[in-house]
Nanobody
C-alpha cells in the first residue's frame, strides 16, 4: 500500500508558476514509477507527465511539454511537478499516481492515487 498526498496547489495569475509536490508513505517509493494527471471541470482525466523509478526517463503530454517538468527525490519520497507559463486552461484538480510497472501515460495502469490538489489560473 502506498499513500500519496499532493500539495502546492492554489490560485495563480496567467503566466505564473507553481510547484506541486506529492509525498508518498508506505511501500518503497523508489520502486514505483510516478505520474501526474489532472481533471478539469466537465472533462476527462488527462495525463500530464510520468517519471521512471530512477528518474532517468520522463514523458510528457504535448499540451504541457516545455512548460511542465516532473522530477523526483527518492530520498524524500517525493515527486514534483514544476509548472511554468500557466494558462487559464490549466485550471484543474491535479493528481499524482504510483505504478509498480513502467512510467506510462495510461491512468488505468496506476495502482495508487492521491486525493488531488486544486490549481486555478486566472486570466
Amino acid at each position: 500500500q502506498v499513500q500519496l498526498v499532493e500539495s502546492g496547489g492554489g490560485l495563480v495569475q496567467a503566466g505564473g508558476s507553481l510547484r506541486l509536490s506529492c509525498a508518498a508513505a508506505g511501500r518503497t517509493f523508489s520502486a514505483y514509477a510516478m505520474a501526474w494527471f489532472r481533471r478539469a471541470p466537465g472533462k476527462e482525466r488527462e495525463f500530464l507527465a510520468s517519471i521512471s523509478w530512477s528518474g532517468g526517463d520522463t514523458y510528457y503530454a504535448d499540451s504541457v511539454k516545455g512548460r511542465f517538468t516532473i522530477s523526483r527525490d527518492n530520498a524524500r519520497n517525493t515527486v514534483y511537478l514544476q509548472m511554468n507559463s500557466l494558462k487559464p486552461e490549466d485550471t484543474a484538480v491535479y493528481y499524482c499516481a504510483a505504478n509498480r510497472g513502467a512510467a506510462t501515460r495510461y491512468g488505468y495502469q496506476y495502482d495508487y492515487w492521491g486525493q488531488g490538489t486544486q490549481v486555478t489560473v486566472s486570466s
